[in-house]
Every structure is written in C-alpha cells, then in structure tokens.
C-alpha cells in the first residue's frame, strides 16, 4: 500500500505564500497520478490541481490558476503545492492523493490525513 503525508500547511496573511509537499512511502508504483485536493468547513471536497506521472500535464482549478503551482519529483515521490497571493477563501484542508495510472481521478486510490492551511484577513 502507499501512504501519503501532508505538510507544510499553516497561518498566513492574506496576499502571503506557502508551500504544500507530499511524501510517498510505502509500495509505490509506476505510473501514478498525484494532485491536491481542499476541503472548508461546511463545503464540498473540491479539486484544486493535479499532475500527470511523468509531470507533462497539470490541471487548475479556474479559482487557483494563475496562483498556484504544482510540481513532482517522481524519483523521490514527492508532491509540492505552491501557493502564492493567498485569499482567506483558500482557507481548508488541502489533501493529497494518488491514482494509479497516467491521469489523476475524481476518486483518487490514495489519500493523506490533510494539512490545515489558514489565510487570516
């Protein structure tokens, strides 16, 4: 099986930056999708972006494109998120996940407990 662990999450002020990584342990395997999920108190989980195996195709969220980067380093099987001109609507938590295959699920296989990102105003 594969584990998936979040960190990086944290308070920040608005307009502020921060970067999410995601650790990989475990069996792994080739190919697999990675992306980031976010969930607010009393809303819907919503995707936020994901990455191609081979890091060849990324997909926003209309809401985060523009601000929010995502990358992977398949040898080290690791996820980052970066964050940039933060809105205290990006207040959630943000999960990664996995897929097996080349492209990223609405039910990803995999999932991380969450790191909890607030934006103050």
């Known amino acids: 099986q594969v584990q998936l662990v979040e960190s990086g999450g944290r308070l920040v002020q608005t307009g502020g930056s921060l970067r999410l990584s995601c650790a990989a342990s475990g069996r792994t395997f080739n190919p697999y999708a990675m992306g980031w999920f976010r969930q607010a108190p009393g809303k819907e989980r919503e995707f936020v972006s994901s990455i191609s195996w081979n890091g060849g195709r990324t997909n926003y969220a209309n809401s985060v494109k523009g601000r929010f980067t995502i990358s992977r380093d398949i040898t080290r099987n690791t996820l980052s998120l970066q964050m940039n001109s933060l809105k205290p609507e990006d207040t959630a938590i943000y999960y990664c996940?996995?897929?097996?295959?080349?492209?990223?699920?609405?039910?990803?296989?995999?999932w991380g407990q969450g790191t909890q990102v607030t934006v103050s105003s």
């Open positions: 996940a996995a897929d097996s295959g080349a492209v990223l699920t609405s039910n990803p296989d995999y």
